[in-house]
């Protein structure tokens, strides 16, 4: 069975450096095709991919935030970290970690954990 | 980088038929056949209904089914049943920049 778990801070203040902990089991991020991704969803609005990180280590970042957002993984852990730095009231929101199962040159985010609120105010 | 463009809310009485528009651009949903579906509950992780514009992953139910034409792309759920009120998100790969772009969601009433 596949699980994915997001974990930190709820509360962060802005221009603080905001550090999520996705922790995963059953699969493994050495595994040829694979990855695990970060997207969020603000209050009332769309779903957006933040960050993607694959099993050759190879990293994306969504455009707009790149100068912000550094992801890494611990594949002894079976842990993905994303961090983003100089946060502003914008960045609240639910934040999820979902694996990627990537194949041709697309992929899905086939397994997504539940999901962790994060409130930016001072 | 626009999300794709999805009615808000959509709905249907039990046992019915329902289809959920989800729109995108030549550099997403009509350029590739890469469109996924995905079921939020509150409070539950978000499940992955459809993928590669119309397959189902094991264990989602055949009246989930999904197609494309130009730059739409489409759920459509028959047969209706109370569980599947939720919301419903679209995404299609856009890209190795942009790599994934989603749609603003539709809250799927049963009635």
């Known amino acids: 069975q596949i699980t994915l778990k997001e974990s930190g801070p709820t509360l962060v203040k802005p221009t603080q450096t905001l550090t999520l902990t996705c922790t995963f089991s059953?699969?493994?991020?050495?595994?040829?095709?694979?990855?695990v991704g970060w997207i969020r969803q603000p209050p009332g609005k769309a779903l957006e991919w933040l960050a993607l990180?694959?099993?050759?280590?190879?990293?994306r970042y969504r455009p707009s935030l790149k100068n912000s957002l550094s992801i890494s993984k611990d594949t002894s852990k079976n842990q993905v970290v994303l961090k983003m730095s100089n946060v502003d009231p914008v960045d609240t929101g639910t934040y999820y970690c979902?694996?990627?199962?990537?194949?041709?040159?697309?992929?899905?985010?086939?397994?997504w954990g539940q999901g962790t609120m994060v409130a930016v105010s001072s | 980088q626009s999300a794709l463009t999805q009615p808000p809310s959509a709905s249907g009485s039990l046992g019915q038929s329902v289809t959920i528009s989800c729109t995108g651009t030549s550099s997403d949903v009509g350029a590739y056949n890469y469109v996924s579906w995905y079921q939020l509950h509150p409070g539950r992780a978000p499940k992955l209904m459809i993928y590669d514009v119309n397959k189902r992953p094991s264990g989602v139910p055949a009246r989930f089914s999904g197609s494309k034409s130009g730059n739409t792309a489409s759920l459509t759920v028959s047969g209706l049943q109370a569980e599947d009120e939720a919301d419903y998100y679209c995404s299609s790969y856009a890209g190795s920049i942009n790599l994934e772009r989603f749609g603003g969601g539709t809250r799927l009433t049963v009635l």
């Open positions: 990180i694959y099993w050759d280590d190879d990293k």
């Open positions: 059953g699969f493994s991020l050495d595994t040829n095709g694979l990855g």
């Open positions: 979902a694996r990627r199962y990537i194949y041709g040159s697309g992929g899905t985010f086939d397994t």
